[in-house]
């Protein structure tokens, strides 16, 4: 009787032994990270990482700010997966969708989200979702992973510089238009001095806005050629070229936001991004209005980044989960009230949300959602090189707002010179 206690009592020790090294080893740990602007990014962040996980029984969380605004913030990534050391969970720019998804990077999610009754992709603005959901060769499926937020341009204006040009402000005359933004650009560049009327920066979108307001494009309608080799985009490097061959605009490739921060410049074309560093450093009134229509009529981007999963995760179903709260309405409502993003879900309640963001500032929210809806989506490019035809686009470019060729020239040549970068579709 005796030998048999202590055999009972030895089983039930181990037993209970055991009992804890199982419920660690069913712990699942997930990594993830994002590329934040700045510490009250980063600090959201770590309170919506601590959120989570607080409520989700079996799993935590571990949040990494990535270390990099540009690019080599992917190039890391891709080293770290490779390596097999990149967190679960990673947000990444829309335009870098097609290049980890064609290098077997991340993870097609489409059957996870088939499974999922409370997902919905209707509820995210369709353009990020459909590149989203464009398979690659040998599927008939794709889901590679969801918008984590939108962004649009908009022309920031220095009102008191306005004031003192005794100009309407931007958007709010009887028309707003390109020729209406010329006549303010030299109206407050006649104030003289080191002021200027206009600004943008020296990258793809703010030039491409001109092309794409006028009727013409980046890349034809399925994304397997150049599209830019038409009067449309002729019509709209003329346009912005006239802003700095007269004088008025702060010259191409020099930084814009310095200047307007300094109140030196009347229109500075930006992003949402921008908002809460102007709301921080502006010491003159100012607000945002929307872009001027070209020939073609209202015209904008939609910038997007999305959350997208390791291929080498070994928990793929609960990297699905994680994403999937860090895109809940409520968590984008997190990272909205700082003021540099919109949510990516395109329902009533996110707009009415973001429209709330920074009442305090009196910043128009509207010209944002407005540019938002009239976007051009932002493109992965599954069928070519992104990259070295941004680059060869970019050369050029520089080369008509420098005075060394003529927007004729650019629209006459430019998609031969792109041609080696695209892949058969």
Same mark, same amino acid.
């Given at each position: 009787?005796?030998?048999?206690?202590?055999?009972?009592?030895?089983?039930?020790?181990?037993?209970?032994?055991?009992?804890?090294?199982?419920?660690?080893?069913?712990?699942?740990?997930?990594?993830?990270?994002?590329?934040?602007?700045?510490?009250?990014?980063?600090?959201?962040?770590?309170?919506?990482?601590?959120?989570?996980?607080?409520?989700?029984?079996?799993?935590?969380?571990?949040?990494?700010?990535?270390?990099?605004?540009?690019?080599?913030?992917?190039?890391?990534?891709?080293?770290?997966?490779?390596?097999?050391?990149?967190?679960?969970?990673?947000?990444?720019?829309?335009?870098?969708?097609?290049?980890?998804?064609?290098?077997?990077?991340?993870?097609?999610?489409?059957?996870?989200?088939?499974?999922?009754?409370?997902?919905?992709?209707?509820?995210?603005?369709?353009?990020?979702?459909?590149?989203?959901?464009?398979?690659?060769?040998?599927?008939?499926?794709?889901?590679?992973?969801?918008?984590?937020?939108?962004?649009?341009?908009?022309?920031?204006?220095?009102?008191?510089?306005?004031?003192?040009?005794?100009?309407?402000?931007?958007?709010?005359?009887?028309?707003?238009?390109?020729?209406?933004?010329?006549?303010?650009?030299?109206?407050?560049?006649?104030?003289?001095?080191?002021?200027?009327?206009?600004?943008?920066?020296? +990258?793809?979108?703010?030039?491409?806005?001109?092309?794409?307001?006028?009727?013409?494009?980046?890349?034809?309608?399925?994304?397997?050629?150049?599209?830019?080799?038409?009067?449309?985009?002729?019509?709209?490097?003329?346009?912005?070229?006239?802003?700095?061959?007269?004088?008025?605009?702060?010259? +191409?490739?020099?930084?814009?936001?310095?200047?307007?921060?300094?109140?030196?410049?009347?229109?500075?074309?930006?992003?949402?991004?921008?908002?809460?560093?102007?709301?921080?450093?502006?010491?003159?009134?100012?607000?945002?209005?929307?872009?001027?229509?070209?020939?073609?009529?209202?015209?904008?981007?939609?910038?997007?980044?999305?959350?997208?999963?390791?291929?080498?995760?070994?928990?793929?179903?609960?990297?699905?989960?994680?994403?999937?709260?860090?895109?809940?309405?409520?968590?984008?409502?997190?990272?909205?009230?700082?003021?540099?993003?919109?949510?990516?879900?395109?329902?009533?309640?996110?707009?009415?949300?973001?429209?709330?963001?920074?009442?305090?500032?009196?910043?128009?929210?509207?010209?944002?959602?407005?540019?938002?809806?009239?976007?051009?989506?932002?493109?992965?490019?599954?069928?070519?090189?992104?990259?070295?035809?941004?680059?060869?686009?970019?050369? &050029?470019?520089?080369?008509?707002?420098?005075?060394?060729?003529?927007?004729?020239?650019?629209?006459?040549?430019?998609?031969?010179?792109?041609?080696?970068?695209? &892949?058969?579709?």
């Amino acid at each position: 009787m005796k030998r048999s206690f202590v055999i009972i009592l030895l089983v039930a020790l181990a037993v209970t032994s055991i009992i804890p090294l199982v419920s660690a080893q069913d712990e699942v740990e997930l990594r993830w990270r994002t590329r934040p602007d700045n510490q009250a990014e980063i600090d959201v962040y770590t309170s919506t990482s601590e959120t989570i996980d607080a409520a989700w029984d079996g799993v935590t969380l571990k949040y990494e700010p990535g270390g990099s605004e540009t690019a080599s913030y992917q190039d890391v990534l891709v080293t770290e997966i490779e390596a097999g050391t990149a967190p679960d969970v990673f947000w990444i720019p829309g335009t870098d969708i097609a290049r980890f998804a064609k290098a077997g990077l991340i993870l097609n999610l489409a059957d996870i989200a088939a499974a999922d009754a409370e997902f919905n992709a209707e509820d995210f603005y369709a353009g990020p979702m459909g590149f989203l959901q464009t398979p690659i060769e040998g599927q008939d499926t794709a889901l590679w992973g969801l918008p984590r937020d939108v962004s649009a341009f908009a022309i920031y204006y220095n009102a008191d510089l306005f004031d003192e040009a005794g100009l309407d402000y931007p958007g709010m005359g009887d028309s707003w238009t390109w020729d209406d933004l010329s006549a303010a650009a030299e109206g407050v560049s006649e104030l003289g001095g080191e002021i200027k009327g206009f600004a943008m920066n020296g +990258w793809w979108a703010n030039w491409g806005y001109w092309v794409n307001s006028a009727g013409s494009s980046f890349f034809n309608e399925d994304y397997t050629g150049c599209g830019l080799g038409n009067e449309n985009t002729v019509a709209g490097l003329e346009a912005a070229n006239n802003l700095f061959a007269n004088g008025w605009a702060i010259p +191409w490739g020099n930084d814009g936001e310095g200047p307007f921060l300094a109140g030196s410049v009347g229109m500075y074309v930006s992003g949402r991004w921008s908002t809460p560093g102007i709301i921080a450093n502006a010491d003159f009134n100012w607000n945002a209005a929307p872009l001027p229509e070209g020939p073609a009529g209202p015209s904008n981007w939609l910038f997007w980044g999305a959350y997208a999963v390791n291929a080498k995760t070994e928990h793929p179903e609960e990297a699905w989960q994680l994403i999937t709260r860090l895109t809940s309405a409520e968590v984008q409502g997190e990272i909205a009230s700082l003021g540099a993003n919109i949510p990516s879900r395109q329902t009533e309640a996110a707009i009415d949300l973001f429209l709330g963001t920074l009442p305090d500032s009196g910043v128009n929210n509207q010209a944002f959602v407005d540019g938002a809806a009239v976007g051009v989506t932002e493109a992965p490019l599954f069928n070519g090189d992104w990259p070295a035809i941004d680059q060869t686009y970019g050369t &050029e470019i520089n080369k008509v707002f420098n005075g060394e060729i003529t927007p004729q020239d650019f629209a006459d040549n430019i998609c031969g010179m792109v041609e080696q970068y695209f &892949e058969a579709g």
